[in-house]
T-cell receptor, first 116, second 114 residues
């Protein structure tokens, strides 16, 4: 595997379900990100992890819970979601610790989430 | 409030011609700009970037121009090829609570026709 991978690629869940999205980066990067892309909206930054510590949380509802067990893996735990949470969830990583300087982010393919 | 704007949701260009994608930003603190390309069912892939100390950066068929006074940047693709058909996102790096963060536009869908 190379680059940034995400599983699953598609997920359908009910509002009472609990599920997790997984992201893995094979680039040796030090920062990882979760973004949400809704229809006709720009990418919205949700969470930033730098050197495995959360450094930014952009007013995301608590029904989204991130976890970064090590520098290569990032999870997004989902519970009691709403239909309006249906979107494409993208993971990204960057070489330098987040916020240290301007840095290019590399994205995974995304998980298409549908909440019924 | 959206700080990075791509006002053209779509663009159609004939193969071999130049494609020009535009992007405007409002925050004068932005100092690093990137273009990403996205195919359906894939994540955005990095294409080209430019620092605010430059006004032009070229990489093969892709050139990005930056006009700081107008807070405007553009991506030129020449010659355009059918494989360039994708959604193009403009992003700008600015200072946030945690340092630098990327702010994205909504994207422009480019269609290159044979």
């Amino acid at each position: 595997e190379t680059g940034v991978t995400q599983t699953p690629r598609h997920l359908v869940m009910g509002m009472t379900n609990k599920k997790s999205l997984k992201c893995e980066q094979h680039l040796g990067h030090n920062a990882m990100y979760w973004y949400k892309q809704s229809a006709k909206k720009p990418l919205e930054l949700m969470f930033v992890y730098s050197l495995e510590e959360r450094v930014e949380n952009n007013s995301v509802p608590s029904r989204f819970s991130p976890e970064c067990p090590n520098s290569s893996h990032l999870f997004l735990h989902l519970h009691t979601l709403q239909p309006e949470d249906s979107a494409l969830y993208l993971c990204a990583s960057s070489q330098d610790p987040a916020g240290s300087k301007r840095d290019t982010q590399y994205f995974g393919p995304g998980t298409r989430l549908t909440v019924l | 409030d959206q700080q990075v704007k791509q006002n053209s949701p779509s663009l159609s260009v004939q193969e071999g011609r130049i494609s020009i994608l535009n992007c405007d930003y409002t925050n004068s603190m932005f100092d690093y700009f990137l273009w990403y390309k996205k195919y359906p069912a894939e994540g955005p892939t990095f294409l080209i970037s430019i620092s605010s100390i430059k006004d032009k950066n070229e990489d093969g068929r892709f050139t990005v121009f930056l006009n700081k006074s107008a807070k405007h940047l553009s991506l030129h693709i020449v010659p355009s090829q059918p494989g360039d058909s994708a959604v193009y996102f403009c992003a700008a790096s600015g200072v946030s609570n945690s340092g630098y963060a990327l702010n994205f536009g909504k994207g422009t869908s480019l269609l290159v026709t044979p």
